[in-house]
């Protein structure tokens, strides 16, 4: 049988998104075997900072009764020594019995999946892929609505946010209508627009959060990086422009929900997390038991 | 009287028949070195080679043709053509007949042809593969990172 690996969201089609989503739920009920990866070893490789994806995968495969290992910073792998990626794979598909990494290069866990002799899975590669973060945005999406025909707002750097082009790929999968609000020049890449308006998804551009913020259903919130900025003053003018208040939410629909991949900076005003809209934690949660469906679905 | 003759006449003028090798005959106009370069055909090829560029043509206005003596192309390396210069036909040719004759197909996948011209794709590092396109309705799109290739193709060619 061939190795199962999870590089792109692209890679699923609409049945095998809500299979594992089902799983996730089971498993968020408890309902799972705790030894079902016993004895199994995941290799955590990870070659950018991350918390919160690196330790939900640690987490969700010690819950499932198997063990992680890693390389510890990247400073002191064996990469900084000039080892090619490829080979680094070869090698560590001999340690553990499955795969995740995150790499600067986009493209870099569809190449790891190529050398790998286990399954791989993409924990984010530069500006491409995310699929474990896509999996979980649409996880918590569904625990307050059904997925279908729904309004959807991606806000903030859609260029290259690889969360917003992941999510928007599994939302054309589901009839959902996008809305997007970004500043000049870190608007939604042109080829992914058109493959979405090519699937028949309907995308419309806003000028504000306030003209769109009663007629849509999630808000999808992205952080701006200030280095995308010329300088600081442009980046504190347009960040302000994009700041997600309670006052702002006082227009939305009730059942409206915010989700933020985080790390947040100035984003969204600590205020609103008291409030019913706010997701984000919840969805940072759901990372470990949409991450053990998809483990359990690699490696057993 | 000067004799100006048909253009055939003057095609046989410009470029000789060959006894062995593969004549890729109505390529686009003005596409000819590109053909040449998609092929991998460099200063260092030791056999003869004929360009003719901008040959007057019945059904096309004006065409290219080349000549490669001493050469027949493979199947892959013909279908590489077809990317940039669809109509092209190709004539396998035995002592001076043509033994085959053939369009050009346009491939699935192309593969250590074109490069990525995303900056931060993996296969623009050191790592031991070749680019690799699927070549799509929309585009020629990275096997890798994804990146959709919709115009200028020849000056991603490696």
Redesign the interface.
């Known amino acids: 049988m061939a190795t199962r690996h999870i590089i792109s969201i692209g890679d699923f089609n609409r049945s095998e998104i809500d299979r594992l989503l089902d799983h996730a739920r089971q498993i968020d009920s408890k309902k799972y075997d705790r030894n079902a990866l016993n004895g199994k070893i995941l290799a955590a490789l990870f070659f950018e900072p991350s918390t919160r994806t690196r330790m939900s995968f640690e987490s969700a495969i010690a819950r499932l009764g198997g063990t992680s290992l890693s390389v510890g910073s990247v400073d002191a792998c064996s990469m900084a020594k000039g080892e090619t990626l490829a080979d680094t794979i070869r090698v560590v598909s001999g340690y553990a019995d499955a795969i995740v990494i995150r790499h600067p290069k986009e493209g870099a866990a569809r190449l790891a999946a190529e050398f790998a002799t286990v399954p791989v899975i993409n924990a984010g590669d530069g500006a491409g892929q995310h699929p474990s973060q896509t999996l979980l945005d649409l996880y918590t999406i569904r625990q307050s609505m059904p997925i279908d025909k729904i309004d959807v707002a991606l806000i903030g750097d859609l260029r290259y946010g690889r969360t917003a082009h992941s999510l928007a790929s599994a939302l054309s999968l589901y009839n959902a209508r996008l809305h997007t609000l970004s500043p000049t020049g870190l608007e939604l890449p042109d080829t992914l627009v058109n493959e979405l308006t090519s699937k028949g998804m309907e995308i419309v551009n806003h000028d504000s959060i306030e003209e769109m913020i009663g007629t849509i259903d999630v808000l999808y919130v992205t952080r701006m990086q200030r280095e995308r900025f010329p300088d600081s003053a442009s980046y504190f003018n347009v960040a302000s422009s994009y700041r997600i208040t309670p006052e702002l939410l006082s227009g939305a629909k009730e059942h409206l929900i915010v989700l933020h991949p985080l790390p947040r900076v100035d984003e969204i005003d600590p205020r609103v997390d008291e409030s019913p809209h706010a997701r984000y934690f919840e969805q940072s949660k759901n990372g470990v038991p949409v991450r053990m469906a998809m483990l359990m679905d690699v490696m057993q | 009287m000067t004799h100006t003759g048909t253009a055939d006449e003057n095609e046989r003028l410009l470029i000789r028949r060959i006894r062995n090798g593969t004549v890729i005959d109505h390529i686009d106009g003005g596409e000819a070195l590109n053909v040449v370069k998609i092929l991998g055909i460099t200063g260092t090829t030791q056999e003869a080679l004929s360009i003719a560029t901008n040959v007057p043509s019945r059904d096309m206005g004006r065409k290219d043709i080349v000549k490669l003596t001493n050469r027949e192309l493979s199947k892959e390396e013909v279908d590489r053509i077809a990317l940039i210069s669809p109509h092209a036909t190709i004539n396998i040719i035995r002592n001076f007949k043509v033994c085959e004759k053939k369009g050009v197909e346009i491939p699935n996948l192309i593969q250590g042809l074109v490069r990525c011209p995303?900056p931060?794709?993996?296969?623009n590092?050191?790592?031991?593969?070749q680019s690799k396109f699927r070549v799509l309705p929309?585009g020629l799109h990275?096997?890798?990172?994804?990146?959709?290739i919709?115009k200028d193709l020849t000056s991603y060619i490696i």
């Open positions: 995303n931060g794709c993996i296969s590092t050191n790592e031991p593969i929309t990275c096997h890798y990172c994804d990146w959709v919709t």
